[in-house]
């Protein structure tokens, strides 16, 4: 792989990761966050949706008008979402079921569609997938993590087995508990990126 490439691929995963550092798609990741398994389940999901629409537009993109390339995009990424939902749906039915409303609205993501928009309309077939995998793998360890990090402090267990005794800090399994995960783990990357800086 060459070094532009690697920089393609590799960018989303930290540098340009879309949650800590573009603090895109929001909504699914404070939302579906309550617990490690449904960070990573729906990141799956988004990457899934991600790639597979990266390739279709960068294969499509001299086939779709301007004027409407937008609403093609998401007629794209609405058919693998629709895909996805369905999978989810016959074989991961106690995911399906709490992730909820926040599958279908993958569709309106805006790292997707700004994935398609700024990326995959641009580029070859393979920097799209690269793009899209570095972006995919990059937004499904954010919301691993910052799930991992609610469900610890919030229900003493990590993936679904507890590894400790009583109750923890119900704060993190509600909503204001992803806000304060992801502000404290922002924090951290921002204090880290500076010290690489200097």
């Given at each position: 792989?060459?070094?532009?490439?690697?920089?393609?691929?590799?960018?989303?995963?930290?540098?340009?990761?879309?949650?800590?550092?573009?603090?895109?798609?929001?909504?699914?990741?404070?939302?579906?966050?309550t617990?490690?398994?449904n960070?990573l389940?729906?990141?799956?999901?988004t990457?899934?949706?991600?790639v597979?629409?990266?390739?279709v537009?960068?294969?499509?993109?001299?086939?779709?008008p301007?004027?409407?390339?937008?609403?093609?995009?998401?007629?794209?990424?609405?058919?693998?979402?629709?895909?996805?939902?369905?999978?989810?749906?016959?074989?991961?039915?106690?995911?399906?079921?709490?992730?909820?409303?926040?599958?279908?609205?993958?569709?309106?993501?805006?790292?997707?569609?700004?994935?398609?928009?700024?990326?995959?309309?641009?580029?070859?077939?393979?920097?799209?997938?690269?793009?899209?995998?570095?972006?995919?793998?990059?937004?499904?360890?954010?919301?691993?993590?910052?799930?991992?990090?609610r469900?610890?402090?919030?229900?003493?267990?990590?993936?679904?087995?507890?590894?400790?005794?009583?109750?923890?800090?119900?704060?993190?399994?509600?909503?204001?508990?992803?806000?304060?995960?992801?502000?404290?783990?922002?924090?951290?990357?921002?204090?880290?990126?500076?010290?690489k800086?200097?």
């Amino acid at each position: 792989m060459n070094e532009n490439r690697k920089s393609i691929f590799t960018r989303g995963l930290i540098k340009e990761n879309a949650v800590f550092v573009m603090l895109l798609g929001l909504c699914p990741v404070l939302g579906t966050t309550t617990s490690a398994i449904n960070g990573l389940g729906m990141g799956i999901a988004t990457l899934f949706v991600l790639v597979l629409s990266n390739l279709v537009v960068s294969m499509a993109k001299s086939f779709i008008p301007d004027k409407v390339r937008i609403p093609a995009y998401i007629v794209i990424i609405a058919s693998f979402v629709t895909i996805i939902q369905l999978l989810m749906q016959a074989y991961t039915p106690a995911l399906y079921e709490s992730l909820g409303i926040f599958i279908p609205l993958i569709v309106v993501n805006c790292l997707i569609l700004g994935r398609a928009e700024a990326f995959a309309s641009k580029n070859s077939l393979l920097d799209s997938l690269l793009d899209g995998l570095g972006m995919g793998l990059g937004f499904t360890f954010a919301l691993t993590l910052l799930g991992a990090i609610r469900e610890i402090l919030g229900s003493l267990s990590l993936f679904g087995f507890s590894f400790m005794e009583g109750d923890g800090m119900l704060v993190f399994v509600l909503a204001p508990g992803g806000f304060l995960g992801l502000g404290y783990i922002i924090a951290v990357m921002n204090r880290l990126t500076k010290k690489k800086l200097k």
